[in-house]
């Protein structure tokens, strides 16, 4: 079997969630002896199609939003989340008609949750292929409980765009009393000022290691995960994985991956965190909860459910012919 794997990922950024799903999803399918894996990573514009000499039967399955205009090709889409039609604005505008675009020259779909799934079907029902596929993301082995004490900490990781939320956590922070740890990139002067204002103690990492992050889960008390829009949330298994308490608002996302096992507050008011931290016997069964759920979710499981649909793609095509 040949597949075609298009790398254009590496090109536009090193780290990230994208990133990281395609390195970890594609390492079995890489290394499997039943596949012939060809790559691409060519810089060409994302609005323009690959443009192969291959004349078999083939998968091409991309891994940032491009197809190929490969006659015996099989596209392969994957799509993470609908965050762009949560805020209308120029860009967001350009990229709805650039997906719904590829959307229709796309023979199989693969969402990263349900949650996804759904928005697609809300957005984009008559772009859609016939086959739409749910493959969960998977969490990396090496997030484990380390078993370390850990220390009245609020941690924070990620990007911090608007729908993030980052101000619930200097928030949440302020009312524990309780130094808020950042991973991302450096502060803004927007963020800055109500750090400042509130008087919290901070600090922040940039370009951290996955140990050190496993390190940060297992010493924190709690990480804040108060996202509005997500696809999946990687970051809720990774710490479910370590047995760190995530603080969530109550989001279709959140439900679909841990269930209830999460501390919930709302927009208005984030007074539940101060209850969980008094009820010792209620954190440890969130932790246990959650720890449970995140085992529902491994790469090497999520690589052999890719597999099959890129076989199964393949016999429905020749089936066809």
């Not at 490969?70 to 008609?97: E, G, M, Q, S, W």
């Not at 370009?207 to 108060?226: A, K, W």
Request: proline share 2%.
């Amino acid at each position: 079997m040949l597949v075609v794997l298009d790398d254009i990922i590496f090109s536009r950024q090193s780290n990230g969630g994208i990133s990281v799903y395609w390195r970890e999803i594609t390492r079995s399918i890489r290394s499997n002896v039943n596949f012939r894996i060809e790559t691409t990573s060519s810089n060409k514009s994302l609005f323009f199609d690959v443009s192969t000499k291959l004349s078999g039967p083939h998968v091409f399955h991309s891994s940032y939003f491009r197809t190929t205009n490969n006659k015996y090709a099989i596209n392969i889409l994957t799509v993470h989340d609908c965050i762009h039609k949560k805020r209308i604005n120029p860009r967001n505008l350009i990229f709805h008609v650039f997906l719904r675009n590829k959307l229709k020259k796309s023979d199989v779909v693969i969402c990263v949750s349900e949650t996804t799934k759904n928005d697609l079907y809300r957005y984009y029902r008559k772009s859609l292929p016939k086959r739409v596929k749910v493959i969960y993301n998977g969490v990396d082995v090496d997030f484990k409980d380390l078993k370390l004490k850990r220390e009245k900490l609020v941690l924070f990781i990620g990007d911090r765009s608007w729908y993030k939320n980052f101000a619930y956590s200097i928030r949440i922070s302020k009312l524990l009393g309780y130094p808020l740890v950042i991973v991302g990139k450096p502060l803004n002067k927007k963020e800055m000022k109500l750090i400042e204002t509130l008087g919290i103690k901070y600090s922040i990492s940039t370009n951290v290691t996955t140990v050190e992050l496993i390190n940060l889960y297992n010493t924190v008390s709690f990480l804040v995960y108060c996202s509005d829009f997500e696809g999946f949330g990687i970051p809720l298994i990774e710490a479910a994985r370590c047995k760190c308490p995530v603080i969530t608002l109550d989001k279709p996302f959140v439900r679909e991956v841990l269930g209830e096992y999460t501390i919930r507050v709302s927009e208005d008011s984030l007074q539940a965190v101060s209850n969980y931290i008094n009820d010792e016997k209620l954190i440890k069964q969130l932790i246990r909860g959650a720890y449970t759920r995140s085992l529902n979710y491994d790469w090497t499981s999520s690589s052999k459910e890719l597999m099959s649909v890129y076989e199964e793609s393949l016999r429905i095509n020749k089936n066809n012919q």
